[in-house]
């Protein structure tokens, strides 16, 4: 979405649709699923887990912790994820929002 278009879209759907981007691909589902299991930091371990290489999954990682979903702290020489509390809890308010607002109808088109 370019920086022209996403001005005519509200703060709130702005942000819906970065959160939706940094879901949309399933190696970064695979990441968090990974994360939410381990129910610690992940630090190296992800490479031998999913079977993509190192840069990829720091790409991955990249565009999860951009939007605040993971944070990272460096423990010697390696960076060491996990789940940002805060910004889940806001990701499960904004999707239980959007599709809460359908209630759904009785006849179809």
Not at 24 to 29: D, K, S, T, Y
Not at 62 to 87: A, F, P
Request: overall charge positive; hydrophobic content about 40%.
């Amino acid at each position: 979405m370019g920086t022209t278009k996403s001005e005519i879209f509200s703060i709130r759907q702005n942000k819906l649709a970065k959160m939706l981007k940094a879901l949309g691909h399933p190696a970064r589902i695979a990441i968090l699923q990974h994360i939410i299991k381990a129910e610690a930091c992940i630090c190296g371990d992800l490479v031998n887990e999913l079977g993509l290489a190192q840069a990829t999954i720091s790409q991955h990682l990249k565009e999860l912790k951009n939007v605040g979903i993971i944070q990272g702290t460096i423990e010697g020489t390696s960076v060491c994820y996990c789940i940002d509390d805060k910004v889940w809890a806001q990701f499960n308010a904004e999707l239980t929002a959007f599709f809460g607002s359908y209630a759904g109808r009785k006849t179809c088109c």
